[in-house]
């Protein structure tokens, strides 16, 4: 039972991670429609940034200023040179754009900064907490809790920034209908730029995480292919839904990676680990058969 | 002025329907079809069978594959790679573990069994569409090449997977030159490119695009979306299939689950995107622009980095190559949409009115 | 005219449609007879469209019964009406963008077409043949429509009046027995009108055809159609001849208006 608990805190903790790159996605495709393949890339990028920059001598704040400075770069970049462009055409089609911004961003991010492993040092123990391995005896990392802490505290900021701001309404304006909000004197152009930005702000914080854990490196791109699965079981448009939605895969990830393995070894014999690289995907698939708008997301209607 | 159709006149439906109505295009393709089967041969050298013109081929006939669920019947997929290592795999099994299998047979019995699984994995299309069926592609391409790596039957018990092809011989014919395997996959990927050409000019094709281009309105019309939908996967699948067992036989002869990772998959999804989607020749020119761009790049970067006096060493190359083709993404997607074989084209109409264009 | 319009073909009985709390339709019954040209009218969000997409499928009603050629059934299914002999045309046109003008018509034969694909993909023989006898077919109803010089043109490329013209087309391509047109002459300038009027009446009275219609254009309706219903917040106010629909005080209060 106890190392059931402590498989599953773990789970969760590092759901709440996931949940933070899949906030990436959704903000960026509740504001312009865009499914952003490259969020992944944007955190291994905004990573690199700022140990580039600690790298040069800076303290961690002025380093994560910096970093934050560059990620808004990229972010007009990206909103000026790519998806203005590309207004009116088929959202696959900027989908497919953003694989190739993707692919862009991870030859840039090494050529600006190498491609070495980084370690990233932000002052976060990675102990078991006392208490709970005294009086429960079970062990969960203070890191990832303060970790997840941090990400949830991120998570809320936001949400509060888009419910009650003047750019937040503007924001959800535009989500909603594009053409309408630009027919009030809403700003699309700045509105996209901004939310960029803001994505790459949440990739800022999760490739922060990420990268003092395991250090910084090219896999950090494979968290959007882990932040997928949250998105599809969640609803794209949907906050809670990215949350709840990292906290499920997060969970069960762990869990099967524990229990499911050695019932297949009997069964087949061999070695059959690794199953979190699939894992997320098929059991998104299934739930997708049951219900395809998400947990959270709206039953859509056509309209003919 | 030479390249005009005035004068040439259908006096048939039959005729107006050929793949190539104007008689200038059949010329050109009989000409490439001769130098390809006949000169090729007979002057290139290993190397160009080896680096270019074999993987060509094969690439060429998977973004086929890719393009008839993509750019026909709309599905994006994000697993062409995986089913390619089905049919890799598949297509070693039927080999070694069946006395006396023709090697075209397990390459059929390959396609078949990729079409198969295209099929399971195509299930969700009918309930899920656009990025949803993206991302569950993606299960295809992480669940396959896992499957692979770990069950030891499928490799016929080679440690990790890695499995070392057979001779490919036919009809007591060895195919072990670079030349004989040139021919093999080239009369192979022709013959399916007919194939595929006619499906699309058929009601099958019809079908797929009008599922593609508005399925609410395709139904109404009696076209089954679920059959329609899973005959694309489970075509699309056979092409990639073949073209994976191809890859393992005639190209690389030893392959390994993680030779068909996701890398390949976008590799493949470029070749539709920069060809053409939706386009049978865009299927070739996509994946010559995307074999060659490396080897170009490979050549040229150092020597320009020489000439500049820069430092350069080899990952900078495929870190500014990363660069390039995400670039290259972009901007087909927005300068030209419908890629190389729209240029082509566009280049066609322009020839016609050359050199007087008034 | 020549036509005869004969017994009661579909008879919808007490439809009702609901998209969650939103009631689309509320216990809606009325008729269709063969070869007749009836019309839906009524102010916009009355539940026309809905009408439509109950009668041949898309959309399927909580309540009610639908009669369709003697057969009593719940609701329609969008193949089945195919087969039945039903196509139609939709409001915001639904052609096939990326396809040519033959290709779009081509695909109305669909459920004609027998021959599959692995014949397709050879191309011998019968798959060839009865491409080619449909291709026939196809061209009969591009000479009946005028459209022969876009042919092949892809229908992205042609203005909005040829466009509704060529998913007429399509719809005819299948030589239905009962066509539904959702507002064939939305958005089309007086001469376009006129040419739709004219296809719609020439189908009509050549091939028997039996048409539901929606249309805003009342002079149009009440040209044309033998018989009217009305259709206001998802119920019906009125049916009938287009006389006594127009006289009808109900209809006249919720749409029609009064002349000054």
New interface residues.
Partial sequence: MQFFLEVLIGGLLSGVMYSLVALGFVLIFKASGVFNFAQGAMVYFAALSLVGVMGKGAPLWLAFILAFGIMTILGIATEKFVLRKMVNQAPISLFMATIGLAFFIEGLAPLLWGNDVRALEIGLVDEPIPYLLDSFNIVVSSFDLTAAGLALALVAGLALFFQFTRVGRALRAVADDHQAALSIGIPLQHIWALVWAVAGFVALVAGMLWGSRNGVQFALTFTALKALPVLILGGFTSVPGAIVGGLIIGASEKLAEIYIPPVMQSMFGGNFGGIEGWFPYVMALLFLLVRPEGLFGEKHIDRV | MFYRETGQFKNS??AD?QVFPIRQDRVGIAILLAVAFLVVPLVAGNYWFNAIFIPFLIFALAALGLNILTGYAGQ?SLGSAAFMAVGAYAAYNFQVRVEGMPILMSFILGGLTAAGVGILFG??SL??K???L???T??AQ??IV?CL????YLSNNSSSGVISVPGVEMLGFKFDTPQSRYLLVLSIVTSMAL??K??VR??????W??V???D?????????LMRTKL?AFA?SSFYCGVAGALYAFCYLGSVEPDGFS?DLS?KI??MI?VGGV?SILGSFLGAAFILLLPIFLDITLPAIAGLLSLPFDS??V?????????????FF??VE?HGLARLWQIGKEKLRLWPFPH | MARQIGEVILDLKNISLRFGGVKALTDISFNVREHEIRAIIGPNGAGKSSMLNVINGVYHPQEGEIIFRGEHRKDMDTHDAAKGGFARTFQNIALFKGMSVLDNLMTGRNLKMKCNFLQHALWWGSAQKEELEHRKKVEEVIDFLEIEHIRKTPVGRLPYGLQKRVELGRALAAEPSMLLLDEPMAGMNVEEKQDMCRFILDVNDQFGTTIVLIEHDMGVVMDISDRVVVLDYGKKIGDGEPDEVKNNPEVIAAYLGTQH
């Fill in positions: 439906y039959a329907q994006l299930l969700p309930r899920i656009g990025f949803y993206a991302v569950a993606l299960a992480f669940f896992w790596t770990k069950f030891p194939l595929a006619n499906m058929s009601t099958t094709g019809r079908s695009m009008a593609r281009d508005m609410v309105a395709a139904e109404v019309i009696g076209i089954r005959l075509v996701l976008f999804l470029f995107i939706g990952a900078t495929s870190h500014i190559q990363l660069m390039v083709f995400g670039a290259l993404i972009m997607l927005i949409p």
